[in-house]
């Protein structure tokens, strides 16, 4: 059950799982099923879906890891490019001429690009959803290992692998404090026996894998996020509607996160503080006005630790994010009434609002400093 802080899975002897096998040395990466066709097999679909831009550094190695490491079967990749100008898209199709790439004219942001890619899939073929960064590369059975958690966790919305540094020699900065406010992970390691899976409070977006029935109840990324934060609200708004968070310790995926980010600054770390005070501001699991106390504290907590280490201009970022928060928060509201009521609404236009059609953009965007986090 994932009420509990621990959750077991079932035996790794489960016939149906161990059966599924992908052969490694195949480059069709989008599985048994032909284009058109409805699979109706014994396991369930997969459909897992990346966003691009810019990803011609890490995109090869990405798919290609998929297709080398996933032994599960059946699934597909998506891949939703976000207007990238180096060349990603012919990339793609130079080494993988199979897979199924969306372009897009310009960049609409993280979440709308997902949004667009689960509805295109779910769209043809019911399934699970597993969402990977470009900048990740999978590891052993990983797919086989989330699935199997997510059959024996029947309540759990998301399910997250352990998530690595790009080297895979220490655990992803984001991901290391997560699972360390995790008591009963922290007891289990001490102890030499690290379970199965474990119930976390918050998630990591980079790698996760979603379940059909918490999308069909809570819905997908809410497109008032460009850039950063979307992750942090979807993770709540799960709880929100009762579905658990589970860490499935034997799946495992690498995150080049830090090396993504190093030496980048100014616009995106405004960007950051704006998504941190509209999560907050949106946060279903706090009142409205403990929310807007806690938002007002955090950037003023941050805008003088920048004030006393001589960043100036990061604690004004700080204060103009702070205040485009607030006028924002009637549409804040609006959002997070709408995503705390949403119920049935995955195939809604709502979700990929400011995407015309499948290769245009109408939206509020700095399109170019939406880099994958």
Not at 141 to 170: F, H, N
């Amino acid at each position: 059950m994932v009420g509990a802080s621990r959750a077991r899975t079932t035996s790794h002897t489960t016939p149906c799982l161990d059966q599924a096998r992908f052969s490694v040395s195949t480059p069709d990466v989008n599985g048994p099923r032909r284009p058109g066709a409805k699979y109706d097999g014994p396991l369930p679909f997969v459909h897992i879906v990346i966003v691009t831009y810019q990803g011609a550094p890490w995109i090869l190695r990405c798919v290609r890891s998929i297709a080398r490491h996933t032994t599960y079967k059946p699934f597909d990749v998506l891949v939703v490019d976000n207007g990238s100008t180096d060349g990603t898209p012919a990339l793609l199709a130079s080494e993988f001429p199979a897979i199924d790439v969306v372009p897009l004219k310009r960049n609409v942001g993280f979440g709308r690009g997902n949004n667009l890619g689960i509805q295109t899939r779910l769209r043809e073929q019911a399934g699970y959803v597993v969402l990977l960064n470009q900048d990740t590369v999978v590891e052993g059975k990983w797919l086989s290992e989330l699935m199997r958690t997510a059959i024996a966790c029947p309540d759990a919305g998301a399910i997250m692998p352990v998530i690595l540094s790009y080297s895979g020699q220490e655990l992803d900065a984001n991901f290391g404090r997560l699972l360390g406010s995790c008591r009963a992970f922290i007891r289990d390691a001490v102890l030499g026996r690290v379970g199965d899976s474990y119930v976390v409070d918050k998630g990591v977006g980079a790698a996760v894998l979603l379940t059909p029935k918490m999308l069909d109840s809570v819905g997908l990324f809410d497109p008032i996020f460009f850039l950063y934060g979307e992750d942090t609200d979807l993770f709540r708004r799960m709880r929100h509607h009762g579905f658990g968070i589970v860490v499935s310790t034997r799946a495992r995926v690498r995150h080049g996160h830090t090396e993504v980010q190093e030496g980048r600054g100014g616009r995106k770390s405004t960007w950051r503080a704006h998504a941190v005070i509209v999560s907050e501001l949106k946060n279903p699991l706090s009142p409205v006005h403990r929310s807007v106390y806690r938002a007002i504290r955090w950037v003023a907590g941050e805008a003088g630790s920048c004030v006393v280490h001589g960043f100036l201009g990061s604690a004004v970022g700080y204060a103009i994010a702070l205040i485009w928060g607030l006028m924002m928060l009637p549409r804040i509201l609006v959002h997070r009434r709408r995503c705390m009521e949403s119920s049935g609404t995955v195939f809604s236009s709502w979700w990929v609002s400011g995407v015309s059609g499948r290769h245009g953009w109408v939206g509020c965007g700095d399109e170019h400093v939406a880099a994958q986090a």
